[in-house]
């Protein structure tokens, strides 16, 4: 019988139960429900890989409580800049887009790069008019906005301090990035992420989730793997490839590789964060060196589970 299964992350970091009302706490699960029936009923059906993942983190960014998509947050100048990308790593393509604004699904728009472009990554305005042409769907600066990003904003406005999402104090972080892997019923993996990136940005910066290798990766050989944490070290690192680097050449699981990524590698430089992982056998993982990570699986086996803290 194939095994399939689908993981999804909704950001990793300092998040403590005591910060957390009960109400806020069940509408994150809700969310998170939400996207992981979207992804998992279409590869119950039969569907890919790739498409459960882009449905997944649709998903995610149509949910105001994630930093992607509506709920973004908002950089220096007050705009709400988007990073996405998405792999298919049966055929090694790969689509993302850069610092996007007013598209509604940045995941959907990097997928469409992929399928229906020359190239990998588009960025910025081309973005946009790329997007335009293509029919994918475009919002009013009001669709992304949410008080609570406002207000997260307003505190930082005029520092040169940049701050990963819910960071409030310097001890209290969460990173705030959304994403998926899957694999499908042919053996087919697949991963997508996609965020608002940090709090005070400055406009044009991009992290590490729209770039191929350090913040997304998907190879049928070895694993798929969506990242979420402090972007600047995790593209230093080349993180997401890295996992996959350790499989292939090393032979370590998916589990033992992504150990020595989060837990030893990105801690040597400051690599606040977590990612989750799976491999064509369908093993899957989710890990990460903060406080904890808004994470789910469901896979054929009948595994199922939703978590937020460690
Ligand atoms: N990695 C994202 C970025 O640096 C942020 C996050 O995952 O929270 O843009």
């Known amino acids: 019988m194939s095994v399939y299964a689908i993981v999804i992350h909704g950001g990793a970091g300092t998040i403590r139960p005591s910060a957390m009302t009960p109400e806020l706490e069940t509408a994150y699960k809700e969310g998170l429900q939400e996207a992981l029936q979207a992804g998992y009923s279409l590869l119950e059906n039969g569907g890919s890989s790739l498409e459960a993942v882009k449905a997944a983190v649709m998903s995610l960014e149509d949910c105001v409580l994630f930093n992607a998509g509506r709920g973004s947050v908002f950089a220096k ?167 996959s680097c350790l499989m292939e050449y090393k032979g370590l699981s998916l589990q033992e590789a992504m150990h020595v990524v989060v837990h030893d590698k990105l801690l040597r430089i400051d690599g606040e964060g977590g990612m989750i992982g799976v491999d064509a056998k369908g093993n899957t993982a989710m890990l990460f060196n903060s406080e904890g990570m808004y994470r789910g699986m469901k896979g054929s086996k009948g595994q199922e589970e939703i978590a937020i803290y460690k």
């Open 77 to 243: 100048d007050g705009s709400q800049e988007m990073d996405a990308s998405i792999m298919d790593g049966n055929t090694g393509m790969a689509g993302a887009v850069a610092a996007v604004r007013n598209v509604r699904n940045p995941v959907e728009l990097a997928y469409t790069v992929m399928l229906k472009s020359q190239h990998v990554m588009l960025n910025g305005k081309g973005a946009y008019d790329f997007a335009l042409a293509h029919g994918i769907k475009t919002e009013p600066a009001e669709y992304f906005y949410s008080p609570y990003r406002y207000k997260q904003w307003k505190r930082m406005q005029g520092s040169e301090d940049t701050a990963l999402d819910h960071q409030e104090f310097p001890d209290d972080k969460k990173f705030g990035t959304v994403g998926a892997v899957a694999v499908d019923r042919l053996g087919n993996i697949a991963a997508a992420t996609s965020t608002g990136g940090m709090t005070n940005k400055q406009w044009g910066r991009v992290g590490d989730s729209p770039i191929i290798g350090a913040g997304t990766y998907a190879n049928n050989k070895t694993c798929a793997i969506s990242c979420t944490g402090h972007g600047e070290p995790f593209i230093r690192a080349v993180t997401a490839y890295d996992v």
